[in-house]
């Protein structure tokens, strides 16, 4: 009782100033201060009650019992389940009926989102090098797209690889100040790495156009088929024998974003299995044994910077030719902190969680856009609800990159009872 009370204080602490006091402008007395105690009085309630509700629980409930091989077993078939539902669900989401424009729009940014985790989830998830700065990557991504494309006249298919090197590129150059660094001083430097080219992109008009951004980005084609609304000769529509509509580029962008995603979690999977990828579990495990091992730390930190910066600048990409504009405003420190969230939540170095929590807090996020002012409190909420009942993400369970199909007898030389 105590402690609720404590929370409630503190709550009304809080809402007095954000909630409780508005600012409104009156047609005949100016700026007035509106008073909205009864909704501070509901908000603290909750908070009193759930805080109260959550002790009684947490007093009542057993002492917690470490996962049981049976438990392991169900949650990896659930996953197993679910990984395929969803991304069925992905495939047929265009045709389904009742997909409206905002629907696709709404997938897009979901997808954009999954890949973006995945990219991180190897920095963070695998490697367990705490990076606040992957925004920088995906803004690399974006404007080398951009002015590849608007100065030489490239491709999005040219630009698309060259996008992914460079911001690769970049990954090993913040890699190399970061490599004596660990926990929240290499939190510390990624954040200001990721400032710092926030603040280049803002100050050098010359090649970046500073706040005001780059325009007139080149649409992606189709095997050089162009997605025009009026159709013609050389689009989609008319060589498909299609009516034109808009509908189709969005459609084809839908699709992109899919299979890019698709692509970034295969290569991961992939990378997992390989000895890099255990020399990546192996340095989030323990950097002093891994070093003990031989591994060779430097060009294992390195590895893991470039390849998920490259993934972040292939969903760099992909946000500019899809929103035909880039500006500094759209990779500030909040994006970073939005990724970070999805592969914490979702569970560090799970790729179905990742997928998940990016569905939930993007699409979640979309779907309390009615709520106005109150959806950053019912989603605040929801993270903090999550982080207390799920403290390891939604899928705390990872399946080993090796595991022994059975018990096999070790030599007697190799033990020191010699018992085998």
Request: net charge positive; aromatic share 12%.
């Amino acid at each position: 009782m105590r402690d609720a009370v404590m929370a409630a204080l503190v709550s009304v602490v809080l809402f007095v100033p954000l909630v409780g006091l508005r600012t409104d402008v009156s047609p005949g007395s100016g700026l007035i201060i509106r008073t909205r105690w009864a909704d501070v009085a509901i908000l603290v309630g909750l908070v009193f009650v759930g805080r109260l509700v959550l002790n009684l629980w947490q007093d009542q409930r057993p002492a917690r019992r470490a996962p049981t091989a049976r438990r392991t077993e169900t949650l990896r078939r659930i996953g197993t389940f679910v990984a395929p539902l969803l991304l069925g669900f992905a495939i047929v989401l265009p045709f389904l009926p009742g997909t409206s424009r905002y629907v696709l729009d709404l997938g897009i940014l979901v997808l954009t989102y999954v890949m973006l985790g995945w990219g991180l989830n190897i920095v963070v998830g695998l490697a367990g090098l705490l990076d606040l700065g992957y925004v920088a990557f995906y803004a690399v991504g974006a404007y080398a797209y951009a002015l590849l494309s608007t100065n030489f006249g490239l491709s999005f298919w040219i630009c698309l690889p060259l996008a992914g090197i460079m911001a690769a590129f970049w990954g090993v150059i913040l890699g190399f100040p970061v490599l004596r660094l660990r926990g929240d001083y290499l939190a510390i430097v990624t954040l200001a790495f990721g400032e710092i080219i926030r603040v280049v992109l803002i100050n050098w008009v010359s090649l970046t156009g500073g706040p005001n951004g780059i325009s007139g980005i080149p649409r992606p084609s189709f095997f050089g088929l162009n997605f025009t609304a009026g159709g013609g000769p050389g689009s989609f529509a008319d060589f498909f024998g299609l009516e034109p509509s808009p509908t189709h580029r969005v459609v084809f962008l839908y699709y992109l974003i899919l299979v890019l995603a698709l692509l970034t979690n295969w290569v991961t999977l992939r990378l997992r299995r390989q000895p890099l990828g255990r020399a990546w579990e192996a340095l989030r495990e323990d950097e002093i044994a891994c070093r003990a091992l031989g591994i060779n730390v430097t060009n294992t930190k390195l590895t893991a910077f470039a390849i998920g910066a490259m993934f972040g600048g292939f969903a760099g990409a992909f946000f500019a030719t899809r929103q035909a504009f880039v500006s500094p405003e759209s990779f500030t420190f909040i994006e970073s902190a939005i990724i970070l969230a999805i592969v914490v939540l979702g569970g560090l170095g799970s790729q179905l969680g990742v997928a998940l929590a990016a569905l939930v807090m993007i699409g979640g996020f979309e779907a309390f856009r009615d709520l106005e002012e109150y959806r950053m409190l019912v989603f605040g909420g929801a993270m903090v609800a999550i982080m207390v009942w799920r403290p390891r993400g939604l899928v705390s369970t990872r399946t080993p990159s090796i595991a022994l199909g059975k018990r096999r007898a070790i030599s007697g030389d190799l033990v020191g009872e010699g018992q085998g």
